[in-house]
């Protein structure tokens, strides 16, 4: 019951927020399309197309409500900023980051150590792709980088279990995330991602069991 109320109370101040905006500038600062004929947003989130009709900001396709939720807080809080294209742990944001993203940053590197981690390489990289992500080069075994939305990109960086040391992973956010984020939703995106990731995982035959 509670959560549900926290996440009616969120929800609703998300949409109060975009009321007083124009579509115009919704678009603009997040980096959306918008097409006025049909009133409608459209972006690219984790590889799914999703379109935002406006002003009711339904969605056209099924997503978890926290997802929902997310997306309407970056169309309500994007500011247009530039991305730094330098990449930083949710510990690192600079309003709350020190207390709640570190907190974050625990719960996913522990999701990472239980779970993906221990995962096919390949179908990592199989599930990924599905999520629109791509492999870039980097010190770790395994670096995708995805896109919650248009600016706001996401770096998750693997490393294996091997005989001496247990997987390891983390979840990185573009310095500049806190212009589309606050840090308690950058780190439900970190949450998403993973929990996606791992689900598709499991359906390609990439348990661990």
Same mark, same amino acid.
Not at 129 to 157: H, T, W
């Given at each position: 019951?509670?959560?549900?109320?926290?996440?009616?109370?969120?929800?609703?101040?998300?949409?109060?927020?975009?009321?007083?905006?124009?579509? @115009?500038?919704? +678009? $603009?600062?997040? *980096?959306?399309?918008?097409?006025?004929?049909?009133?409608?947003? &459209?972006?690219?989130?984790? =590889?799914?197309?999703?379109?935002?009709?406006?002003?009711?900001?339904?969605?056209?396709?099924?997503?978890?409500?926290?997802?929902?939720?997310?997306?309407? @807080?970056?169309? +309500? $809080?994007?500011? *247009?900023?530039?991305?730094?294209?330098?990449?930083?742990?949710? &510990?690192?944001?600079?309003? =709350?980051?020190?207390?709640?993203?570190?907190?974050?940053?625990?719960?996913?590197?522990?999701?990472?150590?239980?779970?993906?981690?221990?995962?096919?390489?390949?179908?990592?990289?199989?599930?990924?792709?599905?999520?629109?992500?791509?492999?870039?080069?980097?010190?770790?075994?395994?670096?995708?980088?995805?896109?919650?939305?248009?600016?706001?990109?996401?770096?998750?960086?693997?490393?294996?279990?091997?005989?001496?040391?247990?997987?390891?992973?983390?979840?990185?956010?573009?310095?500049?995330?806190?212009?589309?984020?606050?840090?308690?939703?950058?780190?439900?995106?970190?949450?998403?991602?993973?929990?996606?990731?791992?689900?598709?995982?499991?359906?390609?035959?990439?348990?661990?069991?």
């Amino acid at each position: 019951m509670e959560e549900n109320r926290q996440f009616q109370e969120m929800l609703g101040a998300a949409e109060k927020k975009l009321e007083g905006m124009s579509a @115009q500038e919704i +678009a $603009e600062r997040g *980096g959306l399309a918008f097409d006025a004929a049909k009133n409608m947003f &459209s972006f690219e989130s984790f =590889g799914r197309r999703v379109q935002v009709s406006y002003p009711d900001l339904t969605l056209d396709c099924e997503v978890d409500m926290w997802m929902h939720l997310t997306i309407l @807080q970056y169309m +309500a $809080e994007a500011d *247009g900023h530039p991305l730094a294209s330098e990449w930083i742990s949710l &510990s690192d944001l600079q309003v =709350g980051g020190l207390v709640r993203g570190a907190s974050f940053d625990r719960e996913n590197d522990a999701l990472i150590q239980r779970g993906i981690g221990k995962l096919d390489p390949d179908i990592l990289r199989g599930a990924g792709r599905k999520m629109g992500a791509v492999e870039i080069p980097s010190r770790a075994d395994l670096s995708l980088q995805f896109y919650f939305m248009p600016k706001f990109p996401c770096l998750l960086n693997l490393w294996f279990a091997d005989e001496e040391f247990p997987a390891a992973g983390k979840v990185l956010c573009d310095r500049a995330a806190e212009h589309y984020l606050k840090v308690e939703a950058a780190g439900t995106v970190a949450g998403l991602l993973l929990q996606e990731l791992e689900k598709l995982c499991s359906a390609d035959g990439g348990g661990n069991g």
